[in-house]
C-alpha cells in the first residue's frame, strides 16, 4: 500500500471514529473528488479493533502536540506546491487555490452529473462554455462536452485550444451565467488555464467519434493547431513510454477484468510489456483469459482503458511513476 493510500485509509477511518455531525463539518471543506475519495475509502474499510483505533487517535495527538500555531501566507504555499508539483503543475493549481472565491460560481457544477450540467449551461455562449469547462476535471469536462451538439462540441473545444487565459472580466460572466455573485477583486491576474494542453486532456475523455470529429473540424480550422492537440494527448498507447516499474505500479490497482478488457483492443506489443511486468503464472493467466474473452464492444474497450489511464494519471500526480508526453519533455 502506498503512502497516499494509507493516509486516505487513517483520513476515512478518522472520520468514522469522529461520528456524522463532526465528520460532516470537515468535510464539507473538502473538493468533491476529495470527498470521493473518502467515501470510497469508507466504504472498503474492514472492522477494525480498539487498539487500532486508539493509535490513531495517538498518532494524530503526538502530531498536534509537537505542532506550533502555523499560518501560511501566499508565497510559503507558492513555494511548496512547486516543490511538490514542478513549476508548470503548482501554477495551474495556484491560479485556483488562490483565486478560489472567483470561481465559486463553478463548484455547484463539479457535485453535478454531466448531463445536468450540460443542460444548465448548454445554451451560454460558446466562450463563457469554454471558460467553465477549463475549470472542470478533465474526465468530468469530458463527459460534459458528449452531452452538446457537434457544431457546439467543436466550436467549444476549438475556443479552449485558443485560450490563453482568463481575464477577471471573464471570470464574472462566468459567475454570471451560473447565476453567481462575483466577489474577488477587480486587480486580479490573468489565471493561466486553457490552452492546447487543456484541450488535449479534455479530449482524452469524449471518446473516439467526438475526438476524431473535433479534431477535423479543428484541423480545418488550423492544421497546426490540430496536430498540437494531438502531440499532447494521452492515449493508452502512451503506457508503453512508462517504465517498467511504473507499470508494475499501474497494475497493481487494476482489477483483472478490467485489464483483460482493455488489452482486448491493445496492439501486440502493448500486451507483451504488460506481461512481461507480471509474474509468470499472472501472465499466463492473463493469456488465457484473452484468449477464451469473446468479442467485447469498443465502447467497452474504451471505457476500461480510460479507467486505466486514470489510475496512470492518479500515480503521476502522487509521484508514484512517471508518463512521458508526447509532446515533448514535459511531464504529465
Known sequence: MSDAEEGINKAALLLLTLGPDEA????????PREVQKLGLAMTRLTPQGREVIEALINEVAIYAAKSSPVQADD?????????ALGDERAANLLSRVLQGSDTAGIESLKWMDAATAADLIKNEHPQIIATILVHLEFDHAGEILKHFSERQRNDVLLRIATLDGVQPTALKELNEA???VLSGSTQLK????????HA???LNF?????ETAILDNVREYDPDLA?????????????MDVDDRGIQTILREVQSDQLVIALKGANPEMREKVFKNMSQRAAEMLREDLESKGPVRLSEVEASQKEILKIARRLAEEGQIV???KGGDDFV
Open 190 to 197: 490573468k489565471t493561466s488555464i486553457g490552452g492546447v494542453r
Open 75 to 83: 508565497e510559503k504555499i507558492r513555494i511548496m506546491l512547486t516543490k
Open 206 to 210: 469524449v471518446g473516439s467519434a467526438a
Open 178 to 180: 451560473l447565476t453567481r
Open 24 to 31: 460532516a463539518d470537515i468535510l464539507k471543506h473538502m473538493s
Open 323 to 325: 508518463i512521458g508526453g
Open 227 to 239: 496536430q498540437r492537440i494531438l502531440d499532447e494527448m494521452f492515449v493508452f498507447d502512451n503506457l
Open 200 to 202: 488535449a486532456d479534455i
